[in-house]
């Protein structure tokens, strides 16, 4: 690993871990093995190949783990890739609650890395699931049946900030809350603006 290739933000993230410090710089160790390049996105150590995310290191409460972008169309013969959420569509992850997990598994580790750099060479997608194929919630189905101006603008929306609400709106299982966020985001979605926006 030569000093060329580290990233001074990937240094200070480093440095301000308060937990899976010893995890992080294995990984990063491991990562950069891989002849990726170092960089920083989303607040996290992220590698990437000819400007294309590759892999990132992340750690939560429970454990940290590696994720890979393009995790779904990786063959993963070890069985390790894990879908965090089943609306995630592309990305997997490898996780670790230990150092000495890290260390046991470096040679398969690599060879997912590598496969995932051939993927990225390859140009190969991962095919999104369809706007069409998410369930809208019956409480934003009565809102756009009882408003056709929101319907209309709701249809307008690009597919992926479709998605985003269908999505959010579906994610409680209660009634009241769907509910609560569907009357939240009325306006916005009149508006012509996504989730985020």
Not at 21 to 35: A, M
Not at 117 to 136: D, H, M, P, R, S
Not at 175 to 180: G, I, L, N, Q
Not at 182 to 196: A, M, N, S, W
């Amino acid at each position: 690993m030569s000093n060329r290739q580290l990233n001074p933000k990937v240094d200070e993230f480093l440095r301000k871990a308060k937990t899976w410090k010893e995890e992080y710089e294995k990984l990063r160790h491991i990562v950069l093995d891989c002849e990726l390049t170092e960089d920083y996105k989303w607040m996290h150590p992220c590698y990437t190949y000819e400007n294309k995310n590759i892999v990132l290191i992340h750690g939560f409460k429970e454990y940290c783990a590696l994720l890979f972008h393009k995790g779904a169309l990786l063959k993963d013969p070890n069985g390790i890739l894990i879908q965090q959420t089943e609306n995630v569509q592309a990305a997997r992850q490898i996780r670790f609650t230990n150092v000495q997990e890290i260390v046991e598994m470096e040679d398969i580790l690599k060879a997912y890395i590598k496969e995932a750099i051939e993927v990225e060479k390859a140009g190969l997608e991962v095919n999104f699931k369809q706007t069409a194929e998410y369930t809208v919630p019956e409480e934003f189905q009565v809102k756009l049946d009882e408003n056709p101006a929101l319907k209309e603008a709701f249809e307008a929306l690009t597919p992926g900030r479709q998605r985003q609400y269908l999505y959010y709106f579906s994610e409680p299982k209660q009634s009241k809350t769907r509910t609560s966020r569907v009357e939240k985001f009325t306006q916005q979605i009149l508006d012509g603006k996504g989730l985020k926006d």
